[in-house]
């Protein structure tokens, strides 16, 4: 923006000092800054060794969890990136521009671009060699991702189309008489029109429609074992569905705003709220059964690992809690606005699991508050001068977007390690330094602009589960402002 200076182009290491009654050991490891505009989601690969981050600033960064540097920068969508996911071999990226792209993790050339939609794509999903999408033109649609082709679309909401989950065949009951409508598995749809819809993905068909809300569906959950969806509206409820019967099961009541973002883990729903609290809720009742408090402003992102719910704020902080008792156990404080996703991952030449954040990126208002003070430390690095005066965001504004929905002209866009030409890899400088970051890390993104990477050793361990207790039960939805990823060893960078 003008008159605002940029931290683009940089790569900032920040340590801050551990917080007092937290547990200590909050501080950023990382801070990379070097988007124009606001992360808008991320993604961890499969293997844990890449991070794939889009933004408002119309390009997506694959980074290196080895050591945090951006190892590819992906060009060429015409607006801002809406959310992304990253496989083993293959980014996927969907934007305002109306398309979807397939990108290269290696050398970061774009591979396909998926044409169709007619307004903004809002989510995908791609499993089992489809992708799904869902998108403000009211429809959802299915790809071939070999081929880029549209093989099925999904018309019969009135309005945009916000959340997908999809259930394979193998996941559905094998009745003879429900045998031919279910062979391609089920596709679930929540739309800001108050319904979510199941979709027979062989046909195309509308299976059954789930009303009982009286706003929009913001998020969605699916628990692929019971056949159960869980919708989270700006109505403040949560309601349980039965996607093959389309009966409502039970409705969770206790929320004061919008349910933003949800989360299933062993039979136990997660719900963050505008309310500024999260919900512990039993999947089976429908009863409350704690609430994590301590937010200054809406709760957009949440992610549970090994007894600790993490959650990201409107208030630009994260936080982790007990998730057995409740407890407040840390804060991270640095982003300058609303967190908007969360991972929890292992770095290289550690098996311990790590956390990553993101933000929208909002520059100092003064070129002397852009300043950083260099401090000695195991990681050079500075504080951040306006850490703790962060304004906040509520979740999906786009009041701070750099780019107004165009990309931004390529003499305004920032050098990714020296590199900048659209589709190639880039390579760090010999001089660029190599931090080992060994325990945990959490990894955040936010409107800010910033991915930094956290340290959360001393965070308490989850206690052995009990005999007989049910599996964990995790949602394939990339709905809510969390991904969930397991925890590999990475060979040294």
């Known amino acids: 923006m003008p008159g605002r200076p940029s931290l683009a182009g940089r790569s900032l290491l920040l340590v801050l000092r551990p917080i007092s009654g937290m547990g200590g050991g909050g501080s950023a490891l990382k801070v990379c800054a070097d988007h124009r505009g606001g992360i808008n989601w991320l993604s961890l690969s499969p293997d844990g060794q890449r991070l794939l981050t889009g933004s408002e600033d119309g390009t997506a960064r694959l980074w290196s969890t080895a050591d945090g540097q951006c190892c590819a920068l992906l060009q060429g969508h015409e607006s801002y990136v809406t959310f992304c996911q990253l496989e083993d071999e293959a980014a996927f990226t969907c934007s305002a521009d109306c398309t979807i792209r397939k990108w290269d993790v290696l050398t970061g050339q774009c591979l396909q671009v998926f044409r169709g939609h007619t307004s903004i794509v809002n989510r995908i999903l791609v499993t089992n060699n489809q992708l799904f999408s869902s998108s403000y033109d009211r429809t959802a649609r299915a790809w071939n991702v070999d081929k880029g082709q549209v093989s099925q679309e999904f018309r019969g909401h009135r309005n945009c189309v916000l959340t997908l989950a999809y259930s394979a065949p193998w996941d559905l009951p094998g009745a003879p008489c429900m045998e031919e409508a279910l062979a391609g598995g089920l596709l679930v749809t929540g739309s800001t029109d108050g319904t979510a819809k199941v979709w027979q993905v062989a046909s195309g068909c509308c299976h059954q429609t789930l009303r009982g809300h009286t706003g929009a569906v913001l998020c969605l959950v699916l628990d692929t074992p019971s056949h159960t969806a869980f919708t989270g509206s700006t109505d403040a409820t949560i309601r349980a569905w039965d996607i093959l019967s389309g009966e409502q099961l039970r409705v969770f009541r206790e929320h004061q705003g919008s349910v933003i973002c949800l989360e299933l883990v062993n039979r136990h729903v997660y719900s963050g709220s505008a309310d500024r609290t999260v ?33 990201g704020s409107g208030d630009a902080r994260a936080r982790a809690f007990d998730a057995q008792s409740g407890a407040l156990r840390r804060v991270f404080r640095g982003h300058a606005f609303i967190i908007n996703c969360i991972q929890v991952g292992a770095p290289a030449l550690s098996r311990a699991p790590c956390l990553f954040t993101g933000a929208r990126a909002s520059p100092p208002a003064s070129a002397s508050e852009g300043k950083w003070e260099a401090r000695g430390s195991a990681y050079p690095g500075a504080e951040n001068p306006w850490a703790e005066t962060s304004p906040s965001v509520g979740p999906g504004s786009r009041s701070s977007r750099r780019c107004s929905g165009r990309r931004r002209p390529e003499a305004e866009r920032g050098p990714c ?16 330094p190599r931090p080992q970051v060994h325990g945990q890390v959490l990894y955040t993104a936010s409107h800010d602009g910033a ?43």
């Open 417 to 432: 390690w020296g590199g900048g030409t659209a589709g190639r890899a880039l390579q760090r400088p010999p001089h660029a």
């Open 279 to 311: 919900k512990c809720w039993l999947a089976d009742t429908g009863e409350s059964v704690r609430t994590f408090a301590a937010h200054g402003h809406s709760v957009s992102a949440l992610k549970y690992h090994a007894g600790t719910l993490f959650t």
């Open 451 to 493: 991915l930094r990477l956290w340290d959360v050793r001393g965070l308490p361990r989850a206690p052995p589960p009990r005999p007989g207790a049910p599996k964990r039960s995790l949602s394939r939805l990339f709905n809510n402002k969390v991904g969930c990823a397991a925890a590999a060893p990475l060979q040294p960078a």
